[in-house]
Structure formats: C-alpha cells, structure tokens
C-alpha cells in the first residue's frame, strides 16, 4: 500500500480523472443530445432529478456498510459498473441506428438513472472510507486543493468536449457517443487507482439494528440542523439549476460550443479560489463559509432573468455570473464535505453521511420533476412585458431566486459549535468590518492601501495576532 503522502496525492488525481469522466458524460453536450432527440421541458427536468432521485441508494450502502469490515471490494466493483453503465448508449446510435428518437431518449433516462443509483450507492461508502483514512488536522485545506485541480480538470474537460463539438465534423449523437467512450476510460482509471490506498476496517454500532442505524443521524440535534438546511437548499437549487443549458440553448439561442465554454470559465472561476475557500473553512468553521456562499448564490438567478435574448451579449455577460457561481458552489461543496466527515461519529458514519445527502438529493429531484412538469405543462406560455419576452423559464429562475435568499437565512441555523461567527470572515476576506465601510467607504481603500503598502513594517512593529484584534476591536466598537 502507498504511504499516507502518497495517497493523498494519488485521491488527488483520482478526482481529477473522476470530474473528466463526470463532464464528458453529463455536460450541456448531454441536454443538446437529449434536444435532437426530442426533449421537452419534463424530460429536462427527469434528467435532472435523477442524480438527487436515487441518492436514496445511499441508505442503502450504509445500511451494508455496517455488516462489512471493508468497504473496498464493495466500492470498488459497484463504481465500474458505474462507470460502464453509458457504454450502451455510446454504442447503441452506431450499432443500431434504425431505432426510434425515442427508444434512445428513454434509454438516456434509464441508463442515467442506474448510473446515479450506484454512483450514489458508492458515494458513502467512499466518503466514509476517507473520513476514517485522511487525518482531520487541515482536512478542509486538503479538501480545497483537490477541489482546485478537479475544477482545473472540469474547465479542462469542458473545453475539450466543446473544441471537439465545434470542429471534429461530427453531428451532436455521434460525436456524443465518441464523448461517453473517452469518458468511460478515464472513468475507470479513477476506480483503479485506489487499490493501493489503504482503508481502515470499518467502526460498525455495537449492536446495529436497523431502526437504530436509520434513525441516529436525526436525534443528533446539530446534524439535524444541517439536514434540514440541505433539504431545503437543494429544493431552492434544483427548481432553477437543471434548466439553465436548457435556457441558454433553446430561449437565448447559444450553440453547445458556447454553452459549453461558458461553464469551462465557470470553473476555471471556481478553481482559483478553492485552495482559498479551504482555507477559510480550516480557520473559522464550515457554518460561516456556508452561510456566504448561499447569500449570494441568488445572483445567477437574477443574471438568468434579466439576460437579453443575443447569443453574444448574453455569453459574456454570464462569463463573470458563472465564475463567481463556480466559486461559491465551491464554498458550499467544500463545507458540506467538511462538516459531515468531522461532526459523524466513527460508529455509523456511512449512514450520517448519507443522510447529510440523501434526503436533500431526494428532495431537490422532487422539485426538479416538479418543475419540469409544470415547464412542460406551459411550454407555450409567454408574456410581453415591453419590448421583453417572459417565458416559463423566467418565472421558474424567479421562483428559485426567492428560495434561495430564505436559504441563505436558514444557513444560520445550522448548528456547529466550533465554527466561528460569519462576520470573522467577511472581516478576513475584505480587512475591515463593513459597517465601518458603510460609515467611512475611504476605510476600505485605506485598509488595502495598508495591507499592500505597510505589510512588512506592520509586521516588524507587531505580531499577526496583533492585527486580527484590531479587527475584533472594530466588530464590538462599531
């Protein structure tokens, strides 16, 4: 087995060919494949259930988990059939090419929904498995780097996938299926390069009845809090999220090349700030960081509405929307990974991680099917505000907005005793508290001017500590 350093660089990698495989499989290439072969708005929004509809696999995994003493073997040979699971389609449109649009829209829906299922059967047996491997100490820091390189690897992907879509010659399903098999091998190669990590054997209850195993992640009051935070965050999300290529694709009039380059700046956006991000979680907690990346998650939303119907103008408009959306979803991912390693116990963590996800996942599918049928049902509705045309898509951005501003409030709530106030952290990322930037705006040009100009003189004449109470001094006196 390798050594603890080298492992952890090897999961490093192993994320990078993972988010590959995941955005040559599932990118916008797949709504516009879903598109030529007939897609509305109902099919859209299934397809974008389904990742969060069959998360309830997860109860599954950690219900086994608890009468295994590894998790390995059970990961490891669910996780390649995972990833073999779009081989069928990738081969089907050559093979076959007689059969119906349709035969190969409902097989994009099945063959999705049994990858999602054991894709997410696998999640909590790995996560746990990590939990247990990785040390605490600076986890959220390790979080942020691999979380840089799997979004470098994402933007990478992205930008392949739509050079490949703009200039390789090919119509949208061949050139789709060409994109399943590359995704597939790189797929694999993730899989297969954890069987020289070692895993810890697994800390089952001391008597795990069913009832008992289900039930403890809920009588935990603060877990409770962060469950019910995800559940309705994830509702808030995912009545917007699945629909956003269908929008720029079908309302906007981009072409894939363009919608799949903007989500290539997406998280390129987001890879520069994730070393960063884990930084801040590492110092003040996951709460906190929580809380600010779903505050201003609402402004892609409000980008989405107010966008003008140009292909040109709206591409670069949403360019910088995206990359702070990247960031911020970078936050989120980063601080809900963070907080269910470090507040589940050693005895049944599978099952606190999969409800951490699960029931949100379930209920964010719910919405998204519920949107998409409602979509579906006014597929012909519009009304002419002015010179503006609002659509149902409109209304279904509108609807997601106002959920997420209640989110945000709710990310107060939950509960995590370590973590520090949220405050602590917009005083670090912006050097000065901001009421006392409301009071005197030249406050804030002079802490930057200070902290560019004066750093190392302020060092000499005082510690770092030395600062950070300056700044505490400033929260409790303005």
């Given at each position: 087995m390798w050594s603890q350093p080298v492992s952890q660089r090897a999961i490093i990698v192993a994320g990078c060919l993972g988010t590959i495989y995941t955005y040559l499989t599932m990118s916008p290439a797949t709504v516009e494949f879903?598109?030529?072969?007939?897609?509305?708005?109902?099919?859209?929004?299934?397809?974008?259930a389904l990742p969060m509809a069959m998360l309830f696999t997860q109860f599954l995994a950690a219900v086994l988990a608890n009468h295994l003493t590894y998790r390995r073997r059970a990961w490891f040979w669910m996780?390649?059939?995972?990833?073999?699971?779009?081989?069928?389609?990738?081969?089907?449109?050559?093979?076959?090419?007689?059969?119906s649009d349709a035969t190969w829209l409902w097989l994009l829906i099945v063959l999705t929904a049994a990858n999602h299922a054991m894709l997410n059967f696998s999640s909590p047996l790995w996560l746990s498995w990590m939990g247990d491997y990785l040390p605490h100490a600076g986890l959220s820091r390790y979080w942020g780097i691999r979380h840089l390189w799997m979004q470098?690897?994402?933007?990478?992907?992205?930008?392949?996938?739509?050079?490949?879509?703009?200039?390789?010659?090919?119509?949208?399903?061949?050139?789709?299926?060409l994109m399943m098999g590359a995704g597939a091998v790189f797929g694999i190669a993730d899989i297969l390069t954890f069987i020289k990590v070692d895993e810890h054997p697994v800390t089952p209850m001391p008597e795990p009845k069913l009832r008992e195993v289900l039930t403890s992640p809920f009588r935990d009051g603060d877990f409770?809090?962060?469950?019910?935070?995800?559940?309705?965050?994830?509702?808030?999300?995912?009545t917007s999220s699945p629909f956003i290529s269908f929008f720029l694709l079908g309302y906007v009039g981009m072409d894939v090349y363009h919608v799949m380059l903007l989500w290539t700046y997406s998280w390129l956006g987001g890879a520069f700030y994730s070393k960063r991000i884990g930084q801040l979680v590492e110092q003040f907690g996951n709460r906190p960081v929580l809380v600010l990346s779903t505050a201003f998650k609402s402004v892609n939303m409000i980008a989405?509405?107010?966008?003008?119907?140009?292909p040109v103008i709206a591409f670069w408009i949403m360019v910088p929307i995206f990359m702070l959306d990247a960031v911020l979803n970078a936050g989120i991912t980063i601080a809900n990974n963070g907080?269910?390693?470090k507040n589940s116990p050693a005895q049944n963590r599978t099952m606190f991680i999969a409800a951490g996800t699960a029931m949100a996942g379930m209920a964010g599918g719910v919405a998204s099917v519920a949107t998409g049928?409602?979509?579906?049902?006014?597929?012909?509705?519009?009304?002419l505000w002015g010179s503006t045309v609002v659509t149902n898509l409109h209304i279904a951005f509108a609807v997601s907005l106002v959920?997420?501003?209640?989110?945000?409030?709710?990310?107060?709530?939950?509960?995590?005793?370590?973590?520090?106030?949220?405050?602590?952290?917009?005083?670090?990322?912006?050097?000065?508290?901001?009421?006392?930037?409301?009071?005197?705006?030249?406050?804030?040009?002079?802490?930057?001017?200070?902290?560019?100009?004066?750093?190392?003189?302020?060092?000499?004449?005082?510690?770092?500590?030395?600062?950070?109470?300056?700044?505490e001094r400033e929260i409790r006196y303005e």
């Open positions: 879903a598109r030529s072969l007939g897609a509305t708005g109902w099919h859209i929004g299934i397809l974008g996780s390649i059939a995972e990833r073999l699971s779009f081989l069928p389609l990738a081969l089907g449109p050559w093979l076959l090419p007689e059969c470098l690897s994402a933007a990478v992907a992205l930008f392949a996938g739509a050079v490949f879509l703009l200039k390789g010659g090919f119509d949208i399903r061949p050139a789709f299926s409770r809090s962060f469950i019910c935070f995800s559940c309705f965050w994830n509702v808030a999300a995912m989405l509405i107010v966008v003008p119907r140009d907080f269910m390693i049928a409602v979509l579906a049902m006014t597929s012909d509705w519009s009304y959920l997420r501003l209640a989110a945000a409030v709710l990310a107060r709530r939950v509960r995590e005793p370590k973590s520090q106030h949220t405050i602590d952290v917009v005083v670090r990322l912006i050097g000065v508290a901001p009421i006392r930037v409301m009071r005197y705006p030249v406050g804030l040009y002079r802490s930057i001017r200070n902290d560019g100009g004066h750093r190392q003189a302020s060092r000499a004449r005082r510690p770092a500590t030395r600062a950070m109470a300056t700044s």
